[in-house]
């Protein structure tokens, strides 16, 4: 956790990668969120039978209006930079075949009744009962495997993603932060005062050893505190 996949995600797509960004955090939905509730329905015969069908699920519905409101302020931001040919450029916005990236944070944060649902829709782009999302959409999900209250990606999961592993290194993120510049300070020396009393920190309370129960390696230990029980980040 806390490495900056949201954020590098984030970047990449508006910048790099031209793609209106839809985030959902997956540690908010239920299985009504990804199913839709049950409507039960009579077809109408004289026997009365009832049958099943499903509501428009609530995640299909923020996908659909978030994309919507991307596609609207883009074609705004279109309009204010390009002026009076800024329809040339709609145009061919409106003909890309890939206009929007879903990023589904803390994906393993939920049930596996969530995870099933999603997964057909990264498989197959579609929710079922005809609520499908456009076929060019990108999908990507976070995901920290080792983290407290996080479910195991599942077999059944793996088969329809592609998994990149991620992981921090301190030593990179201390002198990273060593070879930031803050200039204005009120206090010259205040960022060098900082520094050293952070990195005391973190030899007195940090873990000592790497923790391999819980994930945590050699490089990535001094961005856990040993507090007795499980390590905090």
Same mark, same amino acid.
């Given at each position: 956790?806390?490495?900056?996949?949201?954020?590098?995600?984030?970047?990449?797509?508006?910048?790099?990668?031209?793609?209106?960004?839809?985030?959902?955090?997956?540690?908010?939905?239920?299985?009504?969120?990804?199913?839709?509730?049950?409507?039960?329905?009579?077809?109408?015969?004289?026997?009365?039978?009832?049958?099943?069908? &499903?509501?428009?699920?609530?995640?299909?519905?923020?996908?659909?209006? $978030?994309?919507?409101?991307?596609?609207?302020?883009?074609?705004?931001?279109? =309009?204010?930079?390009?002026?009076?040919?800024?329809?040339?450029?709609?145009?061919?916005?409106?003909?890309?075949?890939?206009?929007?990236?879903?990023f589904f944070d803390e994906l393993n944060r939920n049930s596996h009744k969530v995870f099933n649902g999603? =997964?057909?829709?990264?498989?197959?782009?579609?929710?079922?009962?005809?609520?499908?999302?456009?076929?060019g959409t990108v999908m990507v999900g976070a995901i920290n495997p080792k983290d407290n209250g996080a479910?195991?990606?599942?077999?059944?999961?793996?088969?329809?993603?592609?998994?990149?592993?991620?992981?921090? $290194?301190?030593?990179?993120?201390?002198?990273?932060?060593?070879? /930031?510049?803050?200039s204005n300070l009120e206090f010259p020396q205040a960022q060098e005062i900082v520094l050293d009393i952070?990195?005391? &920190?973190?030899? =007195?309370?940090?873990?000592?050893?790497?923790?391999?129960?819980?994930?945590?390696?050699?490089?990535? /230990?001094?961005?856990?505190?040993?507090?007795?029980?499980?390590?905090?980040?």
């Amino acid at each position: 956790p806390g490495i900056g996949k949201t954020t590098f995600i984030y970047e990449k797509v508006t910048h790099d990668l031209d793609l209106r960004y839809i985030y959902i955090n997956c540690s908010n939905l239920s299985p009504e969120d990804v199913t839709g509730m049950p409507l039960p329905s009579s077809d109408g015969k004289g026997d009365k039978k009832i049958s099943t069908a &499903f509501s428009a699920p609530s995640l299909y519905k923020t996908i659909v209006e $978030d994309m919507q409101q991307a596609d609207k302020d883009h074609v705004a931001f279109l =309009r204010h930079k390009y002026k009076d040919n800024a329809q040339e450029h709609i145009d061919e916005y409106e003909k890309k075949p890939f206009k929007y990236l879903i990023f589904f944070d803390e994906l393993n944060r939920n049930s596996h009744k969530v995870f099933n649902g999603i =997964r057909k829709l990264l498989l197959e782009k579609t929710f079922g009962g005809g609520y499908d999302i456009p076929e060019g959409t990108v999908m990507v999900g976070a995901i920290n495997p080792k983290d407290n209250g996080a479910e195991t990606l599942t077999g059944h999961m793996r088969d329809v993603v592609d998994v990149i592993d991620a992981s921090a $290194d301190f030593n990179k993120t201390l002198t990273y932060i060593k070879n /930031r510049k803050f200039s204005n300070l009120e206090f010259p020396q205040a960022q060098e005062i900082v520094l050293d009393i952070f990195e005391k &920190f973190v030899d =007195r309370f940090s873990l000592a050893e790497p923790d391999s129960e819980n994930g945590i390696t050699m490089k990535q /230990r001094k961005f856990y505190l040993a507090t007795g029980e499980a390590p905090t980040y």
